[in-house]
T-cell receptor, first 116, second 118 residues
Framework: AQTVTQSQPEMSVQEAETVTLSCTYDTSESDYYLFWYKQPPSRQMILVIRQEAYKQQNATENRFSVNFQKAAKSFSLKISDSQLGDAAMYFCAYRSPMNRDDKIIFGKGTRLHILP | DTGVSQNPRHKITKRGQNVTFRCDPISEHNRLYWYRQTLGQGPEFLTYFQNEAQLEKSRLLSDRFSAERPKGSFSTLEIQRTEQGDSAMYLC????????????????FGPGTRLTVL
């Protein structure tokens, strides 16, 4: 069974600075999807960034980028130029590529605080 | 274009009562998912539907839980004889899955229903 581990329950970063959230996962599959989701307080979960395991190039979405290390099964999220609106719970997540096995496996999350 | 909606947003009930939650997916989305999120944890998969068919159920979905999607549109999740351990946020998500191949289909989440069992 696949597992996702986030070892940082909370992190803080100064506004405008850069922060990196860590995630490791375990799987025996060779192809899969990895995600970072953001869950602001009392608001719904939104997808921040997606990485396909077969792609060597790290995904980037504006201020958000990932460092995908497939051999090490590591998938970290870097947030550049942190903004107050980035304060939220961030979940690392995994999904099998099989269309039928369509469930997302989430880590426990990292609460990110942005200090003004 | 409205997103996924869930009702009610909050539910407080006494132990032993039955509760039912509703999820309305994004229009035209053929897949609908239920997840449970307890305090301090990430969401855990419960079940999902493709149209009316329930394709997968987690072992977390005990026999007190039942989910339906009778017309392939909205879905209900019922919990019978609630227990204090059922207190959680129940999240619904929907996606549009293509008929062929290993295509990616993004899951869009609703705001959740927070259940408190006293």
């Amino acid at each position: 069974a696949q597992t996702v581990t986030q070892s940082q329950p909370e992190m803080s970063v100064q506004e405008a600075e850069t922060v990196t959230l860590s995630c490791t996962y375990d799987t025996s599959e060779s192809d899969y999807y990895l995600f970072w989701y953001k869950q602001p307080p009392s608001r719904q979960m939104i997808l921040v960034i997606r990485q396909e395991a077969y792609k060597q190039q790290n995904a980037t979405e504006n201020r958000f980028s990932v460092n995908f290390q497939k051999a090490a099964k590591s998938f970290s999220l870097k947030i550049s130029d942190s903004q107050l609106g980035d304060a939220a719970m961030y979940f690392c997540a995994y999904r099998s590529p099989m269309n039928r096995d369509d469930k997302i496996i989430f880590g426990k999350g990292t609460r990110l605080h942005i200090l003004p | 274009d409205t997103g996924v909606s869930q009702n009610p947003r909050h539910k407080i009930t006494k132990r032993g009562q039955n509760v039912t939650f509703r999820c309305d997916p994004i229009s035209e989305h053929n897949r609908l998912y239920w997840y449970r999120q307890t305090l301090g944890q990430g969401p855990e998969f419960l079940t999902y539907f493709q149209n009316e068919a329930q394709l997968e159920k987690s072992r977390l979905l005990s026999d007190r839980f039942s989910a339906e999607r009778p017309k392939g549109s909205f879905s209900t999740l019922e919990i019978q004889r609630t227990e204090q351990g059922d207190s959680a946020m129940y999240l619904c998500a929907s996606s549009l899955a293509r008929a062929s191949g290993l295509s990616y289909n993004e899951q869009f989440f609703g705001p959740g229903t927070r259940l408190t069992v006293l």
